[in-house]
């Protein structure tokens, strides 16, 4: 069965300072990805999702996401982080069900505080 | 357009009180998912619906848990004789589901329950 894992459970870093979140994917072939973040009392937001082609994939809020299959990776980045980043992240990976998606196996997810 | 909306968005109960629990996905989307999210981890997969057929219930975590979506939109997760480790964010998310293989799941706000 499909699987992510976030190794880190909280990552602190100061407003203007680069960020990288990490996500490891257990999947039997070429998955699909996703990144969704959650602000406290929201629901989940995506920012990005990766299907195929181009391995490094541009979302919403300057984040960007690059898939390495030799490292099953799927980590997020952004250059620059602004205060406003500051929520709990969540990566993805969906089963199927024939030629749709199905459920989505989520990771425990990565909380981001930022300094200001 | 309006997103997924779930109702109420906070829900307080005594030990052993049924609760239900409200989505409206979003019009016309054919796939509907329900998640349990514990305090501090990852959603988890309850129950999935192409339209009024529940294709999937094995994220249920006992028969306390039902729910269902009769005329392929509205849907309604209900718990019986709540216990107190049934407190969660609640989840609901809905999807196009054509098959493309690439829809992605839009997300509620989440239903906040407490049982004491």
């Known amino acids: 069965a499909q699987s992510v894992t976030q190794p880190d459970i909280h990552i602190t870093v100061s407003e203007g300072a680069s960020l990288e979140l990490r996500c490891n994917y257990s999947?039997?072939?070429?998955?699909?990805l996703f990144w969704y973040v959650q602000s406290p009392g929201q629901g989940l937001q995506l920012l990005l999702k990766y299907f195929s082609g181009d391995t490094l994939v541009q979302g919403i809020k300057g984040f960007e996401a690059e898939f390495k299959r030799s490292q099953s990776s799927f980590n997020l980045r952004k250059p620059s982080v602004h205060w406003s980043d500051a929520a709990e992240y969540f990566c993805a990976v969906p089963s199927f069900r024939g030629s749709t998606l199905g459920r989505l196996y989520f990771g425990r997810g990565t909380q981001l505080t930022v300094w200001p | 357009g309006a997103g997924v909306s779930q109702s109420p968005r906070y829900k307080v109960a005594k030990r052993g009180q049924d609760v239900a629990l409200r989505c409206d996905p979003i019009s016309g989307h054919v796939s509907l998912f329900w998640y349990q999210q514990a305090l501090g981890q990852g959603p988890e997969f309850l129950t999935y619906?192409?339209?009024?057929?529940?294709?999937?219930k094995s994220g249920l975590p006992s028969d306390r848990f039902f729910a269902e979506r009769p005329e392929g939109s509205v849907s309604t997760l209900k718990i019986q004789r709540t216990q107190q480790e049934d407190s969660a964010v609640y989840l609901c998310?809905?999807?196009?589901?054509?098959?493309?293989?690439?829809?992605?799941?839009?997300f509620g706000p989440g239903t906040r329950l407490l049982v004491l």
């Open positions: 999947y039997g072939a070429t998955p699909y």
């Open positions: 998310a809905s999807s196009p589901g054509r098959a493309s293989g690439a829809e992605t799941q839009y």
């Open positions: 619906f192409q339209n009024e057929a529940q294709l999937d």
